[in-house]
Structures are given as C-alpha cells and as structure tokens.
C-alpha cells in the first residue's frame, strides 16, 4: 500500500510514520533524504535552494522504483502540497491520503520553535491551499479521496 502523508509543515508527519510503519517498509521524506546529502554541521531542515533540488531529484527516484515494489512492502511518502499532477498519480496508485494537521495555532507554535522564518510562509500557503483559509484539527484521516 502507498500512503501519502500530507499536512502542514511540523504537524507530525514524520511521527505518524514512525507510528504506523515497521522496519520494512519504505519511507519516503524530503526532510531526511536531505539531512542524508548535507555533511555535517548542516541544519536540520535545510532548505538551501541547491540542496532541495539535488534532494527533489533523489525523491523522484526513490518514489518511481518504489512504487514498482507495492506488492512487497509499504510506501509511506510524505508530500505537504502535492500538486493536481501528483494527486492524480497517488490517485492512480490507489495511495491511500493520510492528513495530519493538528490545527493552526498549534502548527505555527511549532514552526516558531523549530523551524526557519520561511517555513511560515509555508504555513500560510498550506492553510490557504488545503484548509481554504480555515483550520480544523484532524489528526490521521484517511480518505481514497482527495
């Protein structure tokens, strides 16, 4: 099964993995496959513009042979804003959608503690995109629908 977990940035996403997946399965986060492409030293969350797209392109990758194993384990994938294009692939792939959002207030407490200044802009664009501008906390929903 593909499970595309989707929310906020610091909603919990990467915690819902770690919650639900076994040592087996494959997890897919940009986060991660980032901090693994940076030498030490580098920030958590480094959203330097040169890193993010070496680590864009490993994630494509990883996701396209993924999927080819669906069969033999679980794919978990973590996409904050997918976009139509991608939905429509998840969608394809039979993903099941996995929103973790545990309200607004709370995500932008979050982000002020761990995160860069431009995550909340990220934030707001994800409330604006998902949430029409409304947060309502829901936390593990899973829909074949999007």
């Known amino acids: 099964m593909l499970y595309v977990i989707t929310g906020p940035p610091a909603a919990g996403k990467s915690t819902w993995i770690q919650a639900h997946a076994t040592a087996r399965d494959i ?15 580098a920030p958590q969350w480094n959203h330097d513009p040169l890193v993010q797209r070496v680590a864009q392109r490993a994630r494509f990758a990883a996701i396209d042979e993924a999927v080819k194993h669906l069969d033999d384990v679980d794919v978990y994938l973590i996409h904050t804003m997918p976009s139509p294009k991608a939905r429509a692939k998840y969608k394809r792939l039979g993903a099941r959608i996995v929103v973790v959002d545990p309200g607004e ?21 994800w409330y604006g995109a998902y949430r029409k501008g409304g947060s309502r906390p829901v936390t593990a929903q899973t829909s074949r629908d999007w």
């Open 27 to 41: 997890v897919i986060d940009l986060d991660r496959i980032a901090t693994a492409l940076t030498g030490p030293g």
């Open 105 to 125: 207030a709370v995500v932008r407490e979050r982000v002020k503690a761990m995160r860069s200044d431009g995550m909340d802009r990220v934030v707001t664009r």
